[in-house]
């Protein structure tokens, strides 16, 4: 059974914390038990949503493999770490992400955000990989590519969650001392790897349970999401494509937080909580394939926006050659929705010029928006009508619950 250790607090360093949060006193830190090799038997409500749920997302896989929507996978890397970005409160626009990413350069949660890309892309490349088993390092090496401004390794001091100000005894949950940490997650590392069974359970229990232990002095959250695309990844539920499960958690927090909550129960209510986690696994493949839907229509659309352009400005011919650069430039707006000149020109093996002439074309007709830095000087072109889509993949998960 799960227990609590009665800890003590003394703020390390009391100035400027307000008179409440100066105080010292005793706080309960919550000790999870370790997870089976073996999944637990569940009620028959909580099987049958998990059973569901990897029946959806196998129709998501097979339904984006077919239609050869190579770009897809990135641009759900993107919507997801935004989404998982904002349920750590910070608010970042598609584009804007997307820009810093094209230029390297951007302020520090757009580099964050672009950090935890590349880890979701790492986790899911690397450590997914069925054959090897996962370990305690794995998943150090995971939230460092995330937090690297951190030093990397498990925590060696107390955190807490949550609460109205900046110490344990006022928080929302506290996690276990730091001296169970590294058994907990040797564990938790184990169960990814051995546990065998439905892929939606094994992935709910291990976010549940990495969130518990909040191993980390930070980025706890976002490195427990990609650990759910890493156990979906190695039990074959997702092959081609990532399923934004925080798009559906950063919609409705309260629902997710409950969850967790109910997980966290002695005993815990498992069933409560793998029921919230299936309802918001289908939720985010319907929103994956939605998103494909709506590119694959886009990109037909910004096809015929230029030839009328063309067509318009007497330029003939007015439907581009097969091969030209700027049909190649619109085929890969959905994986690039953010280009420079160099970056064409590389990209597509062309002149400085001839780029330079396709994406002034493709500004004209104003299926591309110039963007400026602040000495008005160009910096580079966006797509903005399929960066909206990634926004608009999060809103439409905020309008299911309003």
């Not at 990989?129 to 995971?142: C, G, K, Q, W, Y």
């Not at 399923?243 to 109910?262: E, K, Q, W």
């Not at 929705?337 to 002149?351: A, D, F, L, N």
């Amino acid at each position: 059974m799960p227990y609590s250790v009665e800890c003590h607090w003394s703020p390390p360093n009391p100035a400027g914390l307000s008179r409440k949060d100066r105080a010292s006193g005793t706080f309960h830190a919550y000790v999870p038990d370790e997870l089976s090799s073996a999944l637990p038997t569940l009620g028959a409500e909580a099987q049958r949503a998990a059973e569901e749920a990897v029946v959806v997302l196998a129709r998501l896989d097979e339904r984006i493999r077919s239609s050869g929507s190579s770009y897809l996978n990135h641009l759900l890397i993107r919507s997801e770490s935004i989404s998982s970005s904002w349920i750590e409160g910070n608010r970042l626009s598609p584009k804007k992400l997307a820009i810093a990413e094209r230029l390297q350069h951007g302020d520090r949660v757009a580099l964050d955000v672009i950090a935890n890309v590349r880890a979701t892309e790492n986790a899911i490349d690397e450590i997914a990989d069925p054959s090897r088993a996962i370990t305690v390092r794995d998943i150090e090496e995971l939230q460092h590519s995330i937090e690297p401004r951190l030093e990397p390794g498990l925590r060696t001091t107390q955190n807490w969650v949550g609460g109205p100000g900046n110490s344990p005894l006022r928080a929302d949950f506290v996690p276990p001392p730091a001296a169970e940490v590294k058994r907990l997650v040797a564990n938790l590392a184990e169960f990814v790897s051995a546990t065998e069974g439905n892929p939606v359970i094994r992935a709910a229990i291990a976010h549940a349970q990495f969130e518990t232990i909040h191993p980390f002095i930070d980025g706890n959250g976002r490195t427990g999401r990609a650990l759910v695309h890493t156990v979906l990844k190695r039990a074959d539920a997702l092959r081609t494509v990532l399923v934004p499960i925080s798009t559906v958690f950063a919609s409705d927090t309260t629902t997710y937080i409950g969850g967790l909550t109910a997980y966290r129960q002695a005993p815990a209510d498992l069933d409560h909580w793998v029921i919230s986690f299936a309802e918001a696994v289908e939720a985010a493949a319907a929103s994956a394939v939605l998103l494909a839907e709506d590119i694959e229509a886009l990109d037909q659309t910004v096809r015929t926006d230029l030839i009328e352009h063309r067509r318009a400005i007497g330029k003939s011919p007015a439907r581009p050659r097969t091969g030209s650069v700027i049909l190649k430039i619109l085929d890969s707006l959905a994986r690039e929705p953010v280009i420079t000149i160099e970056s064409v020109s590389v990209e597509h093996g062309v002149t400085r010029a001839a780029a330079h002439r396709a994406l002034v074309e493709l500004a004209e007709a104003k299926i591309l928006r110039r963007t400026k830095n602040h000495k008005g000087k160009i910096i580079c072109y966006s797509a903005d009508q399929h960066l909206a889509y990634v926004e608009l993949t999060e809103a439409s998960q905020r309008s299911r619950k309003a």
